[in-house]
Structure formats: C-alpha cells, structure tokens
C-alpha cells in the first residue's frame, strides 16, 4: 500500500468518525469552513525552514466543488493557498476524501516554506484562514449608510505548532470571546514546552446587516485579523 492511499483511507475515516459524532455539521445544510494544520519548524541558521500537513473540510457555501464538476484539479489551488501562507511553502501531495455537492475534504502534505529572521531577530508566522473565508469587508470603516450583506456560516482553525529546541515566542495572539449581533468569535491559545496549539472559532449569524450593527461586525472581523500573527525569537 502506498503511503498516499493509507493516507486516504485514513483521512476517509476521520472524516466519518467525525460525522458520526457530530452527524449535523455536514447533513443540516450548515455552512462550515474547517482546516486543521500541523505545522513544523526547523532552525536553519538565518531563516526558518516549514513543513507540515493541512485538512480542509469545506461544507455547502465554502464548498468549491460544484455538483456537475468533481475534478480534483480544484484542489491543488486551495492546498496552495494554505502552505504558502507558511514562507512559500510547496504542496508535496494532496489526497481528496470527499468530494461532492455537501462536502469537499482534502489533505495536504507540505515543505519548503522558509520563513526569515528580521534585524530584530524575529521570525513571523503568519496564520492562514479557511479557504473561501468571508472576505474582508472594508473592517477598517467607521460606518455604513446601508445595509451591509454578510455570508453566514463557521470558520473553524486550528493550529498545532512545534518548534526547535532554540526557539520560543516573542507574541503570541491574546484568547479571545467576542459575541455580539453579527457572530461571535472564540480564540484559544496554549503553549506546552515546545508545542503552541491555537484553535478559532468565528460564526457569522445574519446575512443582511443593519448600519447600526456594522461596528459589531468589524470588531469582529478586525479581532480575526489581530490573531493572525505570532512572532518567534531564539531563546536566551
């Protein structure tokens, strides 16, 4: 058996342990963005060196796979959007688990990403979001004179990071628990030994806005944006 096709059937069965315990995320029509990475780093001297795996599960209205075309040429691009947030990271291998009109799942396999020390000597890493992840919606401003129309659905993150040995955080993003008229959004952030695991959770609940809620909105979508960057530094 390849290592590829193990994968696939192990993938296949993740996906189906996770309907089975929660049997209305992909079977009620829930709109649902999900991706989960593993992601590794590597001192390589003046630069950081990425790799690691991604899983993607896109329900309904993030699912790019339309009911007449189950290609699996659509999912390289979404594989490269989420490894090249990470220094230009390359996309070894991709293995689809699903894909039809309710749910497109992925796998992903990727290296090569080299994410540079600054002057300072910082390293930043930058978090990807969903793929298909509401779009900014001009956040930065102040106001709307009309209504503001907003996809609604969840976009759930979660990162596990492992770092060298002669690495540690410089910033991490701050938890958060933000609810208002527009969504909510739940962040947590821990840190054991070597190993940051993030998750996020953002949940947009209207898809037409009134003026007067477009505030909410943005301190949501700005609060997404803030948790997007963690800077690392060599240890003492």
Not at 73 to 99: E, I, M, Y
Not at 156 to 175: C, G, N, Y
Request: include cysteine; charge should be negative.
């Amino acid at each position: 058996m390849t290592r590829k096709l193990a994968y696939v059937q192990a993938f296949n069965e993740a996906v189906r342990q996770e309907m089975q315990s929660d049997p209305d995320v992909f079977c009620a029509g829930e709109d649902i963005g999900a991706l989960r990475l593993s992601v590794d780093l590597e001192d390589g001297g003046h630069e950081v060196r990425v790799s690691g795996h991604a899983e993607v599960d896109l329900a309904h209205a993030y699912n790019p796979v339309v009911g007449w075309d189950r290609s699996s040429d659509r999912l390289l691009p979404l594989a490269r959007g989420v490894a090249g947030v990470f220094g230009g990271a390359n996309v070894d291998a991709t293995a689809p688990a699903r894909l039809d009109e309710a749910l497109c799942s992925l796998g992903a396999d990727f290296s090569g990403g080299v994410l540079p020390f600054d002057a300072a000597g910082l390293v930043r890493v930058e978090l990807p979001r969903v793929p298909g992840a509401v779009p900014g919606l001009q956040p930065w401003r102040q106001d709307r004179a009309h209504p503001v129309r907003v996809p609604t659905g969840t976009e759930r993150v979660a990162l596990t990071l492992t770092l060298p040995e002669d690495l540690e955080p410089a910033w991490l993003p701050e938890p958060v628990e933000l609810e208002n008229r527009a969504g909510s959004l739940v962040r947590t952030v821990e840190r054991d030994g070597s190993t940051v695991e993030i998750t996020e959770e953002l949940r947009l609940s209207a898809d037409w806005l009134a003026p007067g809620v477009w505030p909410e909105l943005r301190a949501l979508l700005n609060a997404v944006e803030r948790g997007r960057t963690l800077l690392l530094e060599r240890g003492e």
